[in-house]
């Protein structure tokens, strides 16, 4: 069983950068790929980036590519995300993942899921 505690969230204004970090515990994230999500109120849990094992691949929704960047450090059982020139549209709250591929975690089969944390891109 894989403990996911995702920190980070808050408020800022449009333009603005956020990083959000995903602490695992209890096992070792090294086997897993990782993979962020979000869910804005009253819409369902959408995909916005995967990175594999290795860090070697990467895969993104295309509303976010070229302003978020997903990254994992297995030394310190944690993965991030960097989200630069946040929009309105933005705002949601951000859960991370773990899963066997990411191709799975694409489709939005995990194994893990963490609690959430709350973003909030003000205009």
């Known amino acids: 069983q894989v403990q996911l505690v995702e920190s980070g969230g808050g408020l800022v204004q449009a333009g603005g950068s956020l990083r959000l970090s995903c602490a695992a515990s209890r096992r070792t994230i090294s086997p897993y790929a990782m993979a962020w999500f979000r869910q804005a109120p009253g819409k369902e849990r959408d995909f916005v980036a995967a990175i594999n094992w290795s860090g070697g691949g990467r895969d993104y929704a295309d509303s976010v590519k070229g302003r978020f960047t997903i990254s994992r450090d297995n030394a310190k059982n944690a993965a991030y995300l960097q989200m630069n020139s946040l929009k309105p549209e933005d705002t949601a709250v951000y859960y991370c993942?773990?899963?066997?591929?990411?191709?799975?975690?694409?489709?939005?089969?995990?194994?893990?899921w963490g609690q959430g944390t709350q973003v909030t891109v003000s205009s």
């Open positions: 993942a773990a899963g066997l591929a990411v191709g799975r975690l694409r489709n939005g089969v995990p194994e893990y």
